[in-house]
């Protein structure tokens, strides 16, 4: 049996290598057509994500048969073969099964549905005290920033075409492709949207809506305690454009402005890994 899961998995090295060429193909044509955000680069990129798509079908084809007919000239691999074709062939695909949970090492090992919800609510979903909010009305800011708050086509198109594509929450089931294939027709409708938000300081109680779930941590030995889980949130996708266009907004006038401190690393983007290594090249040269 082990020499038959390394004969598959080397098989599957090998497939994973002959298609690897076709992606990297497909996403550096994507790259282009976001940057260039030509009709003739957009084109060029689909057409070359069907090709790719049928010459992975092929390409997989191809290895399941090549496999097949090895695996049945093989006279220690036939009878597995065989028993898999009689018996695991056939059957559905089984849903994956909760682990039974516990707090901690005192606690109780429990298998009910609502008991694992219960144990998971009171690990992730903790009451959290009030923060103390009474010296802010003391506070006062000298720096006025003039800027112009109106969002732009350019802006919205830019995100949303950088946004991972198939990615959606359950709350409002549009996913980021949807967008992006029909940009053209909704861009006008979303920069009118995302301004009437920014013009009356108010975020919608759609774009508020999220879905929480919960994720097993990878590679560890076993899942039976509640802390080898974590939270993932999926925030709805006009949300997560709104949010990142203020966000780049913001952090380019903190950047312009200079309102962060030289020692202030991990607020700006990349410099936490730039300064680490100039810290550390000074270091050598001292030493």
């Known amino acids: ?30 790259i282009i057509w976001k940057t260039q955000d030509t009709l003739e680069a957009w084109n060029k990129y689909l057409k070359h994500n069907d090709h790719k798509n049928k010459i992975i079908r092929q390409t997989k084809c191809t290895h399941f048969r090549t496999q097949m007919h090895e695996l049945s000239e093989a006279l220690k691999s036939i009878w597995c073969f065989a028993k898999w074709a009689r018996i695991k062939s056939q059957l559905s695909k089984k849903l994956s099964q909760f682990s039974s949970l516990k707090r901690s090492d005192i606690d109780h090992m429990t298998t009910t549905f ?3 919800i219960e144990i998971l609510r009171k690990k992730f979903f903790l009451s959290s005290s009030q923060a ?6 003391k506070s006062f800011i000298s720096l006025t920033v003039s ?8 802006e919205v198109k830019q995100t949303i075409k950088w946004v991972k594509a198939d990615k959606a929450s359950s709350a409002s089931d549009i996913s980021n492709r949807v ?19 920014v013009t009356h300081k108010y975020h919608l109680k759609q774009f ?6 919960v994720l097993r941590k990878s590679k560890k030995s076993d899942y039976i305690d509640s802390k080898t889980y974590q939270l993932i949130a999926l925030l709805d996708i006009m949300s997560k454009v709104l949010k ?11 950047k312009t402005h200079h309102m962060l401190s030289n020692a202030q690393m991990k607020a700006r983007r990349k410099w936490f890994v730039i300064l680490t290594l100039d810290l550390l090249i000074d ?5």
């Open 1 to 30: 049996m082990k020499e038959n899961r390394g004969w598959a998995r080397s098989g599957l090295e090998a497939l994973a290598s002959s298609i690897q060429p076709w992606y990297a193909r497909n996403r550096w044509l994507q």
């Open 132 to 137: 103390n909010v009474s010296d802010i009305a």
């Open 114 to 116: 609502k008991k694992k």
């Open 147 to 154: 800027f112009n708050s109106r969002i732009t086509e350019d």
């Open 283 to 287: 270091q050598v040269h001292t030493v």
């Open 208 to 213: 508020k809506k999220t879905q929480t779930i």
């Open 244 to 254: 990142s266009i203020m966000i780049k907004r913001l952090s380019d006038i903190v």
């Open 179 to 197: 967008l992006q294939v029909n940009l053209a027709k909704l861009i006008s409708v979303l920069t009118s949207l995302f301004n009437a938000c």
